[in-house]
């Protein structure tokens, strides 16, 4: 028995030492937002936020985390209010089956994060100062966003999406979907 707080709750389950926190998850809680790719570290599409930074729940098992704050992409929205990221995908076409989204969204909140905090990236052009998310570049959004796999490359919407987030003014959905650069 361990007892795992998801979304702000206490959650009691009965698994064995074996099971993964996304098949926990999925099988033993009914949370399917979180998407099984690969089940071994390579798509990203299983990402949630434990204690505020992005962990491939595939790779992670559900009895390490008691204790921790896990939160998944049925946690991000508030009520009917949606997660300004999950807004943004939305207004951006950050997807096309949609299947790698909830990974995409949990990373790119926690990438958020990451950049108000100062992280710096492989990318980051300088590293002497604290990269800003009002200046953040394409490139250094593709860097940081290089763990999370679309099959259905929808990654200019997903780019325009984290822009918004960020505060940027995006390209339109129908110029980032077509690769457009637009100034
Ligand atoms: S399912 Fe976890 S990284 Fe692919
Ligand atoms: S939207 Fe289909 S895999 Fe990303």
């Known amino acids: 028995m361990i007892r795992l707080k998801i979304n702000g709750q206490l959650q009691t389950l009965n698994v064995e030492p074996r099971v993964t926190l996304l098949d926990a998850l999925r099988e033993n809680l009914g949370l399917t937002g979180s998407k099984k790719g690969c089940d071994r570290g390579q798509c990203g599409a299983c990402t949630v936020l ?5 962990v491939y729940s595939c790779l992670t098992l559900a009895i390490m985390q008691e204790g921790k704050e896990i939160t998944t992409i049925e946690g991000l929205a508030t009520g009917d209010n949606l997660h300004p990221v999950q807004a943004a995908f939305i207004d951006n076409d950050g997807f096309q089956c949609g299947y790698c989204t909830p990974g995409q969204i949990c990373a790119s909140v926690a990438l958020l994060d990451e950049v108000k905090n100062g992280s710096v990236s492989y990318v980051t052009p300088d590293l002497t100062s604290a ?5 953040l570049s394409e490139a250094e959004i593709k860097e940081r966003l290089s763990g999370n796999l679309c099959r259905c490359s929808a990654y200019n919407g997903i780019v325009a999406a984290v822009q918004q987030a960020s505060g940027q003014n995006p390209p339109s959905p129908a110029a980032s979907n077509l690769g457009t650069e637009v100034s």
């Open 50 to 54: 434990i204690d505020g930074q992005r």
């Open 131 to 135: 990269p800003q998310l009002a200046s």
